[in-house]
C-alpha cells in the first residue's frame, strides 16, 4: 500500500571512493514505482523530511566503513520522515506516522526500510532528528561506556557540537560538574545557558593551563573514564579517519580507561534511550539547538501546494487597502477535497510547531470553519492526537440545541484558526466570543502573514496589533519572508522576486 503520488525521486550516490564528500557524491533520479512495486512484505517506505549530516558521512564515501565498497553507492545515515507505504505484512495503520531511523542511503527523498529498524515519534519536528544519531550517541556513551554516576566532573571536548550539547546536559541531570570546550564566545554563550558549569573557549584561553590550575586531578583523574566517540579531525585528512596510540602502561599505574563507542555495536539500546531522549525533551529538560535558518518540510510543501492550486500568484494584484501587491494568496480556492485535506495537514504541523497549549479549537464562521475541522482530523490522523473542536454560527439560534457555538463548547484554553488577518475585525469578533463564554485565547494559527504594516499609520501590521492588544501569540504556516525564501531557493523567479523585496522595502514591518 502506497499513499505517495511520486513517481520518480532523488537521492545521493557516491561514484568513486574518497573523502571530498561534494566531489564523489551528486544527485541522481530514479523511479518511485519500481521501489513500491517491489516492495519487500517487512518494509516501509519513508518519505524524508530532514537527513542528519555527520562528520561520518565522509568515512563512509571514503571506504571506511565498508571496506572495498564498490561505486556507485547510495550514502547518507540518519533521516526523519513519514511512512507512506508498506509491505503486506506490515499493518496499514503505521502509514502515514512519524519516523526517525538510521541506515546507509538516508540522503534520499524516500528510502525503503524494515519496520523493525525505525523508531516512532511523536511529530515531524527536526529537533528530533537531533536526538537520533548525537542524542543517542551522548546517552548511551556517558552511561553504558562511560558508567556515569553522581557527583563527578564530566570533561566534553567540542560540547557545542551535536552529541556534546546533549552530553553536557544529561550529565549535568545526572548531577555531575561539567566542563565543555568550545571554540568561540557564541557558543560560550550556548553552552552557559545549556548549564555547562565551565566552558573553555581554547581560542582565548590555554586548555591545558586552565585545567593544571583549576582541576589540579587533571584532565583524566586515577580512575577516570576517557571515551572516544570518533576523531573527526582526521576525516578529510589525506589518509582518512586516523587515531592514536595509546600507553597501557599509564592506565595501569592510575586505573583510567579508555573505550571506544561506536552507535551501532548498541541496537538493542536504541529505543528506550530513545524513549528517554523525548520524555526529556517533552519535559523541556533537554534541548536540542538547532540551526533553523531555513524553511521547514512543511513550509516548502505548502507554498508548492498553493502554487499548483493558483492559491498563490505572482503579478499585480489591487488590494482593499489601494496597494499594488507582487503576490496574492486566495484561501478560498482550497474548496475541494484534495486540498482541504491537504491544508488540514499543513495547518496541523504548524499548530504542532507553535506548541500552543489549548484544549479547544475554534475556527470562526466562515472561511474557518472547515479549516478548523481539517486541522483537526489531521492532528488525528497524522499526529495522534484528539483536539476537540468547535465553530459559531452568524446567527443565534433559538430553536433544537440553541445557541451560536456548534461543537465542542468553549472553555479552558482556546487557539482560533483562521485564513489571514487583515484589518483585524473578524479576528477581534472571535476574542469577544470566547470571552462571553468564560474562556482563555491561547494563541491564533493562520495560513499566511503577510508582515506589512497597516495603512492607519501605526507602523504596526495587523498581526502585531492583535498581539499586542491581547497578548496572545499569533503563528502563520508562512510569512512573506518564507515566500521570497523559497523563490531564491528555486532561482526561477528573478523578476518577481525583485518586486517582492520592493514591496517589502516599502510596506514590510520594520525589525524592532
Known sequence: MSSSSATTFRKLQAFEVGNDFSKVTKVVTVNYNEMAQNLKPNNVIIKNFYVGINASDVNFTNGKYIPGIKPPFDVGFEALGEIVAVGSNVSKDVVGSFVIYTQYGAFAEFVEISQKAVISVPNARPELLGLLTSGLTASIALTETGRMTQGETVLVTAAAGGAGQIAVQLAKLAGNHVIGTCSSDDKVDMLKKLGCDRVINYKKEDFKAVMKKEYPRGSLAVRGRLIVIGTVSTYTGAKGMAGDNVNTLKLLGTSRTVAGFFMPDYKELHASHMAQLIKLVKEDKLKVLIDDGGLTAYQREFIEFALANDVLKFGSFQ??????????????????????????????????????????????????????????????????????????????????????????????????????????????????????????????????????????????????????????????????????????????????????????????????
Request: proline share 4%; aromatic share 8%.
Open 319 to 512: 488590494l482593499k487597502s489601494g496597494r499594488t501587491s507582487p503576490y496574492f494568496f486566495n484561501a478560498g480556492l482550497f474548496n475541494s477535497g484534495k486540498t482541504l485535506g491537504a491544508i488540514g495537514k499543513f495547518y496541523a504541523a504548524a499548530l504542532e510547531d507553535a506548541q500552543f497549549e489549548y484544549d479547544v479549537l475554534f475556527g470562526p464562521a466562515y472561511k474557518g470553519i472547515p479549516l478548523v475541522c481539517a486541522t483537526a482530523l489531521s492532528l488525528s490522523s497524522d499526529h495522534h492526537k484528539e483536539a476537540p473542536f468547535s465553530f459559531n454560527r452568524k446567527e443565534k439560534k433559538d430553536h433544537g440545541e440553541g445557541g451560536n457555538i456548534v461543537g465542542t463548547p468553549l472553555k479552558g484554553r482556546i487557539v482560533v484558526v483562521d485564513d489571514v488577518i487583515t484589518a483585524g475585525t473578524a479576528i477581534n469578533e472571535s476574542i469577544e466570543i470566547i470571552r462571553q463564554n468564560n474562556a482563555h485565547l491561547a494563541g491564533v494559527l493562520v495560513a499566511v502573514d503577510r508582515a506589512e504594516v497597516a495603512p492607519d499609520g501605526s507602523g504596526k501590521s495587523a498581526i502585531q496589533a492583535v498581539e499586542e492588544k491581547n497578548g496572545v501569540q499569533v503563528c502563520a504556516i508562512i510569512s512573506m519572508d518564507h515566500i521570497m525564501e523559497f523563490m531564491e531557493e528555486k532561482g526561477t523567479y528573478e523578476n518577481e522576486l525583485k518586486l517582492m523585496r520592493e514591496y517589502k522595502a516599502q510596506y514590510g514591518i520594520k525589525p524592532n
